[in-house]
């Protein structure tokens, strides 16, 4: 089986996850956003690379930060934006998703930035534009169900990069809904491609992937094992569905058991940094106090997500 | 017609038969085995040559469709389906829409059927109204109209008590109850086995207790009832001690298994595949080794097809969208010929899982063997000729296999139901 990402010259064809990704191109994304976090600084924040191409963002998922920041890239490059919000639309009235997605396709899309509900969904349209002969179209996922969300997984490896420089001698946790967490999957994957000798999370057993340790990672129950001595601490967001109920008792426990605090936080490395993918639930997952403090670097991983968003599709509007 | 099947290798396990002899038919019947009865003039003759001669084979589980999803499948295009895969009996599960809970219903099936004149069509009973797990159906009635066992499909009973209440009342008539164990809780939600793989694609699982917990349930009541147990489409390693316990303790139960079940395993689902969504889950490769090694010992009874046409527009969606099933009238020979191969296993022995042994389990007393005396119902077929499992070469309405594409061993030649050729290859 071809990975369904790669063109046959095992070039990037599409982004759909991570995992499986060869670690060669997860680092050619990194150094492809370097020059353009630089760029943001400037005047002028335009480059011609996607000109006269449509970029449809087609979201079946409600999002705010994710589609602002890939029309904010898409844009930056100087390609047509087009924002669909079909969870509102087309399916509603019953249209199946690759109906949806031929329809697009005769407007001319060139590449689509996907959100949906249901893991595989990208891979599903990706497979169907490649059954279809239709080669020139990209797909980038941008979250599908629990599988992946490859560009946060690759900000965030941006944003250690930034700051640790390296990662073969790093140790890194990831705390909380591991289970309903895309993110967490990007993480995980892109770490232990990128070589990061110990990825650990932490977090109660009904958060946790069956399995977990077979994707690499070594699971702790408590924030004192898990922290201690870690370089950087990766929170996820915990959805407000799963606070009360058979997953958890309530937020404060969790709070009181999980959540990120400087007093917890004081097991890390002095020079350990916080990361969160946003948004947040403050006094849920972290405090406030943490959030807010020197050691987090919540904001520039949104920064940074712009370049990246544009590294990955500069390079897939390339070939 | 009299008919004259020459030159073949005669394999019928039921009679432990596997040699070289001619097969005598005449109104429907078998009236020779090896020689021709007296004064018998054919007045057509099959030449078998090279081939295996064998009684037609009964699939435990073949959904039709019909009645409520006919825009999936027709009998008519599933009958066809199955003549062409040397399958001439087919028990038929209640989840129809309207489900086989009434009588009219089930006699009205067995009428459409019988009308179209090809393979037999034994519909098991839903075990409760509309498969709800609260009232009982009219057993005996359904017995009348036609129905052989009972069960509940894929929908599992909530309240243990009706579970048991539902079996007792068939303990009264020695109805068989067919059951495939689900625990509706810990399956809930979930579209694969619960492991790495689905862990990995961020898949909601189901979790192999969600089998165990659930059988470990029957069989107690089959324990505290004496229902005579049959368990449907067993997926994970770890229920097969259960079953074997429970018949160390004398419990009169069989299983069986689904043919995919045997060659596939959760790591196959790959990047998404959505013709591996079946219920249940294809779970891990140590489930799959322990599940085909047990068919050859024969712990595990029978094998079936688990045949679900689904249409494309419900398979061409993200996984956990796509509707479950897999189609498999036309493999249940290349699948069970491909998985006795794997297990050095006799033809004979392998041949019984779907003829002689499911005729056992679905209490079909005239079929499954080739005695003289019984339904001409015949398969022949050549087991070592390869084809090509295509959307084109498959009869059946949906073309929903994860089989496409790959060369299978088995080619059915002829398909003959009460001594009349139904079906001849091209």
Not at chain 1, 175 to 191: M, T
Not at chain 2, 58 to 83: H, N, Q, V
Not at chain 2, 118 to 147: D, F, N, W
């Amino acid at each position: 089986m071809r990975n369904p990402q790669l063109n046959k010259h095992g070039e990037l064809q599409h982004l759909l996850t991570l995992d499986g990704l060869p670690r060669s191109i997860i680092t050619q994304i990194l150094d492809t956003a370097a020059p353009f976090t630089e760029m943001a600084e400037r005047e002028v924040k335009k480059l011609p690379l996607l000109r006269g191409k449509s970029v449809f963002n087609l979201f079946f998922e409600n999002s705010t930060r994710t589609r602002t920041t890939f029309e904010i890239a898409a844009k930056r490059l100087s390609a047509d934006v087009i924002n669909l919000n079909v969870s509102t639309s087309s399916t509603k009235k019953g249209e199946t998703l690759l109906d949806t997605v031929d329809n697009l396709c005769a407007m001319q899309a060139d590449m689509f930035v996907v959100r949906h509900e249901s893991s595989g969904a990208p891979h599903l349209i990706a497979q169907h534009l490649e059954n279809t002969g239709r080669d020139h179209i990209h797909v980038v996922n941008a979250g599908d169900g629990r599988h992946a969300h490859p560009t946060q997984g690759l900000l965030d490896m941006y944003t250690i990069r930034h700051y640790k420089k390296e990662f073969h001698n790093l140790t890194v946790a990831i705390v909380g809904d591991v289970l309903h967490s895309r993110v967490a999957r990007s993480q995980i994957a892109a770490l232990t491609t990128l070589g990061v000798p110990e990825v650990r999370v932490i977090g109660p057993k009904t958060l946790l992937p069956t399995d977990v340790e077979k994707m690499g990672v070594r699971y702790c129950p408590t924030m004192e094992e898990g922290l201690k001595d870690v370089d950087v601490v990766m929170m996820l967001r915990l959805q407000n569905e799963r606070m009360n109920g058979a997953l958890l008792p309530s937020p404060q426990e969790f709070f009181k058991v999980w959540g990120l605090t400087a007093e917890k936080l004081a097991r890390a490395k002095p020079d350990a940094i916080v990361m969160h993918p946003g948004p947040m639930n403050r006094g849920v997952e972290i405090d406030s106090a943490v959030a807010d403090g020197s050691q987090a670097v919540i904001l520039p991983q949104v920064t940074f997500g712009i370049a990246v968003r544009m590294a990955v599709m500069s390079m897939l509007g390339s070939h | 017609m009299k008919i004259h099947i020459q030159n073949g290798r005669l394999i019928d396990p039921a009679n432990r038969l596997d040699g070289q002899h001619d097969l005598f038919i005449a109104d429907g019947k078998i009236v020779g085995v090896g020689s021709a009865p007296d004064g018998f003039t054919a007045e057509r003759t099959i030449d078998a040559s090279g081939l295996v001669v064998a009684p037609g084979l009964i699939d435990l589980a073949a959904r039709l469709r019909e009645p409520g999803f006919e825009y999936k499948a027709t009998l008519e295009s599933e009958m066809d389906a199955a003549m062409a895969g040397g399958v001439t009996s087919l028990a038929i599960p209640p989840d129809t829409d309207p489900v086989l809970d009434e009588p009219g219903l089930v006699e009205m099936l067995c009428y459409r059927a019988k009308k179209l004149n090809r393979a037999h069509v034994y519909p098991v009973g839903a075990l409760t109204i509309g498969l709800k797990g609260q009232q009982l159906s009219e057993m005996a009635e359904l017995v009348e109209a036609g129905c052989v066992a009972f069960s509940q499909a894929n929908t599992p009973i909530l309240d243990t008590r009706v579970l048991g209440r539902a079996m007792q009342y068939a303990a009264t008539f020695g109805f068989r109850v067919w059951l495939q164990p689900i625990d509706p809780h810990l399956a809930r939600g979930g579209v694969a086995h619960d492991g790495e793989v689905a862990s990995r694609l961020g898949l909601p699982g189901i979790p192999a207790s969600s089998e165990i917990i659930a059988l470990f349930t029957y069989l107690q009541m089959a324990r505290l009832t004496g229902a005579r147990l049959h368990i449907t489409r067993l997926s994970s390693a770890d229920s097969l001690a259960l079953i074997d316990q429970a018949r160390a303790d004398g419990v009169d139960v069989t299983c069986d298994v689904a043919v995919h079940h045997l060659h596939l395993c959760d790591m196959d689902i790959g990047y998404f595949n959505p013709h591996c969504h079946v219920i249940p889950p294809l779970r891990s490769q140590r489930d799959r080794i322990a599940l085909a090694r047990a068919v050859a010992e024969g712990r595990i009874n029978a094998i079936c097809s688990d045949h679900t046409p689904v249409d494309d527009d419900a398979k061409q969606a993200p996984f956990s969208e796509s509707e479950p099933g897999t189609t498999g009238l036309e493999l249940l020979l290349p699948l069970t010929l491909k998985w006795a191969a794997e297990h050095k296993l006799p033809l004979i022995d392998a041949l019984a899982r779907i003829t002689s042994e499911a005729a056992r389990i679905a209490g079909i007393a005239k079929g499954g063997h080739l005695s003289v005396g019984a339904r001409a119902d015949i398969c022949i077929f050549d087991p070592d000729a390869h084809q090509l499992i295509s959307r084109s070469t498959l009869k059946s309405q949906g073309k929903n296999t994860p089989f496409l594409g790959l060369e299978l061993p088995g080619r059915v030649h002829h398909t003959l139901v009460e001594g009349t050729p139904m079906y001849a290859a091209s």
